[in-house]
Every structure is written in structure tokens, then in C-alpha cells.
């Protein structure tokens, strides 16, 4: 599966994006979805997931209830809502799918998208 991430941007602290990540190659449906965040000179980190069957999601402390996945396999596409965001939301996102729920990824990971967060 090829998975392509677009929607970044430069926003003010307390601002919104919506991130999303089209897939090829195979359906969505098959998978666990995840999301993952690189911010200059750190590791990845684990954003969030979602489930293939139910929906169900899970967030990193650091994101929740501000974030939100959401998923649409009829487009083959995976969402991200970011609320409320801070400049410590800075970073390259990435979408992949889950090898082991709820963080374990697979290698399969798209181009990132980068997140600018002014303060």
C-alpha cells in the first residue's frame, strides 16, 4: 500500500488543520491506520490510531482530546483533525498502518506532511 499525507501547513497556536492520508495500491480496510510525528532532530512518536472494523481510536496523552482520526474507505482515505494547536504540535506527519495495535507500525510509510505551529 502507498500512503500519501497532505494538508500541513503554517498555522497560529489555537488554530486548526485537518491532515489527510489517500491510499493506493490497497484498501484501508484492510488495516489498522496510524498516525506518527517527527519534530526536527527527534524520534518518531505515535500520534493515534484507528481501528479497521470498529472505528475505534486510540491518542498519545499529548494529542488527546484535541485530536481526531476519523477514516473513510469508500475514498481510501484517513483523516486527522488537529484542534487547539500548540507549537509543540511542530513536526512532519506521518500516516502508516498498524503491524501491532495500538502503536506497533508497519514500514509502509507515506511522504509526511509538515505542521508549523506559530506561538
Known amino acids: 500500500v502507498q500512503l500519501q499525507a497532505s494538508g500541513g501547513g503554517l498555522v497560529q497556536a489555537g488554530g486548526s488543520l485537518r491532515l489527510s492520508c489517500a491510499a493506493s495500491g490497497r484498501g484501508i480496510w484492510n488495516y489498522d491506520m496510524g498516525w506518527f510525528r517527527q519534530a526536527p532532530g527527534k524520534e518518531r512518536d505515535f500520534v493515534g490510531s484507528i481501528r479497521r472494523s470498529t472505528g475505534y481510536t486510540v491518542y498519545a496523552p499529548s494529542v488527546k482530546g484535541r485530536f481526531t482520526i476519523s477514516r473513510d474507505n469508500a475514498k481510501n482515505t484517513v483523516y486527522l483533525q488537529m484542534n487547539g494547536l500548540k507549537p509543540e504540535d511542530t513536526a512532519n506527519y506521518y500516516c502508516?498502518?498498524?503491524?501491532?495495535?495500538?502503536?506497533?507500525?508497519?514500514?509502509?510509510w507515506g511522504q509526511g506532511t509538515l505542521v508549523t505551529v506559530s506561538s
Open positions: 502508516t498502518t498498524i503491524r501491532s495495535w495500538p502503536d506497533t507500525p508497519t514500514h509502509y
